[in-house]
């Protein structure tokens, strides 16, 4: 047991140096979503914070603060399509802030509508009231 | 048993293999250096696979455009004193740590680049300068005469947001890019207006979002990131 707890120590941190943080995927088994919140760490966490809330290291002079994706009853508000077109062409193209780029040229649009299905998860909005 | 010690010392040697990192280059070797130092982090060649997971396991920015990236007198200078390019190190999302009122880096983890000695820093300069992006900088793309600074500069601050990702002075800005501050020595203009157009070309999963820029857009704002870190300016 001990030579096998070493063994699995050893392998934790070559998984712990490669990865820092975990993805926010926790409570699903579902490998569409852990493909979406690693696309979120690597592109969107920048500006909407690793834990997912709008605050990334990315928004200390921005003048528009960058939607808070935990937030339940702000997010429920959203329609998926709204938010596709948000990721797909920016936040100018439904009137939010044009700071919010367009990811059309980096993610697959499959990639985006999973991405949709991904921020409704992290909102717990399928299970809000 | 025996199988799981083995792999415990393997995994254990090659955490060794990450960790230890050169401290200085040898100035004899400098002709091989580039390919046998350099090469451990960064891309010489382009990659023949470009995935997500390569931005998260590569050690060191890709160098395979770096004679159309960057002016040879700053990268003589930089090798031997570098200093950090990257305030958030070679993948940001690594050194991020929750916080209030945001999240922060953890500013002592970001990897710290090796200084050589003046020869070498000659040496490798002149061979990294040889190093070419294929046609993707076009020789005077960006035109000086029709850039406006001052206008680049609004882009760059208010209307297009590059400064949430990059910081134009030290301190001012984001923190996921590279620093622009001293852009204007480290860089070239026709590298500046190419990547800031298509930074997919250079990487398809780059996390710089493509802005479709406008012309006159791409020409000002690279106007003002060249003056940036120079006394004119």
Same mark, same amino acid.
């Given at each position: ?60 002079g921005l003048s528009v ?27 100018g193209?439904?009137?939010?802030s044009a700071l ?30 | ?16 293999? +990450? ?48 004679? *159309?990236? +960057?002016?040879?007198? =700053? ?6 004193? %570098?200093?950090?390019?990257? %305030?958030?190190?070679?993948? =940001? ?12 880096? *953890? ?34 793309? +960006? ?7 001052a206008m680049g500069k609004l882009a760059f601050s208010k209307l297009r947001g590059c400064i949430a990702c990059h910081?134009s002075?030290?301190?001012t800005g984001g ?6 501050? *001293? ?18 070309? +250079? ?8 802005l479709?820029l406008?012309?006159?857009d791409?020409?000002r704002i690279?106007?003002y ?9």
């Amino acid at each position: 047991m001990i030579r096998f707890g070493i063994a699995m120590l050893g392998l934790v941190a070559m998984t712990g140096a490669i990865a820092v943080h975990q993805p926010a995927t926790a409570g699903s088994d579902n490998p569409r979503i852990a493909a979406s919140a690693h696309l979120y760490d690597t592109y969107c966490a920048q500006c909407h914070g690793v834990q997912r809330n709008g605050k990334g290291v990315n928004t200390v002079g921005l003048s528009v603060q960058p939607r808070d994706h935990s937030d339940t009853a702000g997010m429920s508000s959203l329609p998926r399509d709204q938010m596709i077109k948000a990721i797909s062409e920016g936040g100018g193209a439904v009137n939010k802030s044009a700071l919010m780029p367009s990811w059309s040229a980096v993610l697959s649009k499959e990639q985006i509508e999973d991405m949709a299905d991904y921020l409704i998860y992290v909102c717990k909005c399928d299970t809000a009231q | 048993m025996k199988g799981s010690l083995i792999l415990a010392a393997s995994a254990g040697v090659v955490l060794l293999a +990450f960790a230890i990192r050169p401290t200085a280059v040898d100035a004899q070797a400098a002709g091989s250096e580039l390919a046998s130092q350099c090469a451990s982090c960064h891309a010489l060649t382009k990659p023949a696979e470009v995935t997500v997971d390569r931005l998260w396991t590569r050690k060191g920015p890709d160098l395979w455009y770096a004679g *159309d990236k +960057f002016n040879k007198e =700053w990268l003589v200078a930089w090798l031997q004193k %570098p200093t950090v390019i990257r %305030p958030g190190g070679v993948l =940001w999302f690594k050194h991020a740590k929750p916080g209030e009122p945001r999240d922060t880096i *953890d500013t002592a983890a970001v990897e710290k680049h090796p200084a050589v000695d003046a020869e070498t820093a000659t040496k490798l300069a002149d061979q990294l300068m040889l190093l070419k992006s294929g046609g993707l900088v076009t020789e005077g793309a +960006f035109k000086p005469e029709s850039a406006n600074a001052a206008m680049g500069k609004l882009a760059f601050s208010k209307l297009r947001g590059c400064i949430a990702c990059h910081q134009s002075a030290a301190g001012t800005g984001g923190l996921s890019g590279p620093e622009l501050y *001293d852009a204007g020595q480290r860089l070239r203009a026709d590298y500046v207006i190419a990547y800031m157009k298509d930074p997919q070309q +250079f990487d398809p999963h780059i996390w710089m979002p493509t802005l479709t820029l406008s012309e006159p857009d791409l020409q000002r704002i690279t106007g003002y990131v060249m003056s940036l870190g120079k006394e004119d300016k």
